[in-house]
């Protein structure tokens, strides 16, 4: 353990260099960290406030390292570094038929939602960075089967209401749901399958049909198979569960113009304001660890007398032997499409947004994991309007995984026109229809050619984007027994790999991660963003924070109570 | 979003403010003169999390709440964010009278905003530190055609003493269209308020 007092917080600020053209960067800090992904990003704002000095570098152009977002000029240029040399990303395509204007997109690397209830949703607000946030919320989850999206009823309503569901199932259901949101106490229930996939447990204990437990460990729980250990999963069902009706009848927001990278930009401000130091367009060529001295490409050389933090994406060939390796081993294939329809269909009422999961076996080619799509519609600040984005991913790797990516998509694309194709406006009878072997329908168009001059161009689905990569990670999935996440020669070593992005949609792992860094760094994590920030709006604010606290402490459990007559 | 009040013909507006422009010409102290109407020698980064708010109040009952965005820094390597440029309404981009260059420089500022900024932005150039005439180096005349060329509004401004500051960001909230007021997050209809219902109970019954 190493404690040390940084400089004091008196001096922050107070450094004045001459006006200069290019002003020569600071040649000494506490601690130095490389690369803007979320990881680093609240790490520099906890460590600035906490009252080091941090100087927060990052080799590329734009804040979000591994998790950055993209316009339409950027993402071409990204494909050929990637493939070129990249410790994180590996066999990039891209596909885009014809140019656009590409300010109006944004993609995302590693697209997350948040959910309504969570540790980054309360930094979010102890930190204040939410305030440079949009958030937007997302209610519809839903579920591939039988060949269609069926919407998770999750709320007790949703239950009421099924058509789907027997009274009997319904019963289990709630029975199930009630156990869920305090587990914890009721190990009696679960304690026996602590370490046996939590698809025995359903089955077991609470009678639950394939269906129920799909959409409540893969859609609801977002894991990715039926295999996770019983209270792995059970903690991700609970997390879903507890969401709901914290803000409103959805589980999770989203922030607009694109995930972890615009809660990066929101941290590395928050530091800047805390007096960290930042410079984009700095690669990390050289190190000597013994003096504790990074050398950059513009020729700043930064001493650091803590810790140098390094992001595995920012550590060049240069510095790659002088570096203890993380060695990610761990993929997530990711398939992302923007599409020319607003998909309206697939969304709750005033909202853009939502979340399809394909379960293990779902898919005609016999997927082993889920795969999960994300899809946002114009609100979201990522598409223009009439334009939707879709991000599929599966912790399945290799070329398999990039078949079960292509072959939800294709579910996704015949879904979408199916489901639009009710709006049609003019007549149709069944005579129109013929069904392809797979039972999609499809118009006849010699029949309809007519009719359908106008209307053919508008729905048909046309890809404006494609886009597909691999993923590594050093986080494991859930399946896998959980790791140390930072990857370190122990406490004692000055330079510190932070992992790659969790296996998740969520932002779930992600500030426990940095809490082990900064206690690395700090001593302890005690006094993780303790800080009375002076407001504008103080007297509005504080007052909100404390019910915040307040609630937090009382740990709401939504009421699913007793008064359950099926 | 343009009106949320609109009682008895007042209205009001809240619009993002950013500010550019080298380090050190005195763009903090710019804000905190209009914010605080307080001069501090040495920067004070601890204030806020996230930005100083102030309104101004005009002739026909409306209101504008700036809400505004000072650089914390990022600009010294030109590492500002495109959080900080988006949505922005309208800019104060600040040189030093007495540092001719600062001039240069405030035009390349210029030109980023309206490279990275929304079309339409309204854009104020202040020349600061008029307090120390002895030492100008920008002529006023000079300035005044660069920002009539470039459509901006220009005002020279001395944070010390306060001479002109509040009639900058006055002008600039006559400038800005009132119609385009920030949606920001807690008063969007779509947003969600983080910070409003966080964990509270439900409103209503959920049965």
Known sequence: ?566 | MATPRTSSQERFAQFKLVLLGESFVGKSSLVTRFVKDEFLEQRESTIGAAFLTQTVSLEDNKTVRFEIWDTAGQERYKSLAPMYYRNANCAVVVYDITQASSLERSKAWVKELQHRAADGIIIGLAGNKLDLEDKREVPTEEARAYAEEAGLLFFETSALTGENVLELFTEIARKVPFENSTARPRMSAKGVDLNKNGGTEAQGCNC
């Open chain 1, 1 to 566: 353990m190493s404690s040390f007092s940084a400089s004091s917080v008196s001096k922050r600020g107070s450094i004045v260099p001459p006006l200069a053209e290019d002003p020569a960067f600071v040649d000494s800090c506490d601690v130095l960290i490389c690369g803007t992904g979320i990881v680093e990003s609240i790490l520099a704002a906890a460590l600035a406030w906490q009252g080091s000095n941090v100087a927060h570098l990052d080799r590329n152009s734009i804040y979000g390292d591994s998790s950055a977002v993209l316009n339409l000029d950027e993402l071409p240029r990204w494909v050929d570094e990637v493939n070129y040399e990249s410790a994180v990303f590996s066999n990039a395509k891209l596909y885009q038929p014809r140019p656009l204007d590409s300010k109006k997109y944004f993609v995302d690397l590693t697209p997350r939602v948040l959910f309504a209830k969570s540790d980054m949703l309360q930094l979010l607000l102890k930190s204040r960075v939410y305030k440079y946030l949009e958030f937007r919320s997302l209610t519809n989850f839903h579920t591939y089967e039988n060949d269609s999206f069926e919407k998770v009823p999750a709320s007790k309503q949703d239950i009421f209401t099924s058509q789907q569901m027997s009274p009997v199932v319904k019963r289990q259901l709630m029975k199930f749901i009630k156990f869920t949101v305090e587990w914890e106490r009721l190990y009696n229930v679960w304690g026996p399958y602590r370490d046996k996939p939590v698809v025995e447990f359903m089955t077991k204990e609470f009678q639950l049909e394939q269906t129920q437990i799909d959409e409540l460990v893969q859609s609801i729980g977002l894991c990715s198979s039926n295999d996770v250990a019983t209270p792995v999963a059970l903690h991700r069902i609970k997390r879903y569960l507890v969401s709901l009706e914290t803000y409103g009848a959805f589980p999770v927001v989203y922030s607009m113009y694109g995930s972890a990278s615009e809660l990066s930009q929101g941290f590395c401000r928050s530091a800047a304001v805390g007096g960290a130091v930042y410079k984009l367009n700095a690669t990390l060529t050289g190190l000597d660890v013994d003096s504790k001295t990074a050398i950059f490409n513009d020729g700043s050389k930064v001493r650091w007398s803590e810790k140098l933090v390094v992001s595995e994406a920012q550590i060049t060939e240069q510095v790659r032997s002088k570096i203890p390796s993380s060695n990610p081993e761990y993929q997530i294939n990711h398939l992302t499409v923007i599409v020319n329809m607003d998909c309206k269909e697939w969304f709750a009422e005033g909202e853009d947004a939502a979340i399809i999961v394909f379960p293990v076996g779902s898919l005609s080619s016999g997927n082993t994991k889920t795969v999960q799509a994300i899809c946002y519609g114009a609100e979201s600040g990522q598409v223009p309007p009439g334009q939707c984005i879709w991000y599929l991913s599966t912790v399945q790797g290799g070329a398999t995984g990039q078949r079960d990516l292509e072959e939800a998509l294709s579910k996704m694309e015949a879904s979408i026109l199916r489901e639009s194709t009710e709006d049609f406006e003019f007549q149709v009878d069944q005579s129109d229809v013929i069904f392809t072997p797979s039972g999609d329908p499809v118009l006849s168009s010699v029949k309809l050619g007519k009719s359908m001059k106008d209307f053919v161009p508008e729905k048909k689905l046309t890809y404006l984007i494609k886009l597909s990569y691999n993923q590594k990670t050093s986080i494991p999935p859930l399946e896998e027994s959980i790791k140390d996440v930072a990857k370190n020669d122990g406490d004692e070593s000055p330079v510190i790999v932070t992992s790659g992005a969790p296996t998740e949609i969520t932002y779930d792992g992600i500030v426990e991660q940095v809490k082990k860094i900064y206690a690395q760094i700090v001593g302890s994590d005690d006094d993780f963003f303790d800080v009375d920030f002076e407001d504008d709006e103080e007297d509005e604010l504080t007052g909100m924070a404390k019910q915040n606290k307040k609630q937090e402490d009382d740990d709401h459990v939504p009421d699913f109570g007793d008064d359950m007559e099926l």
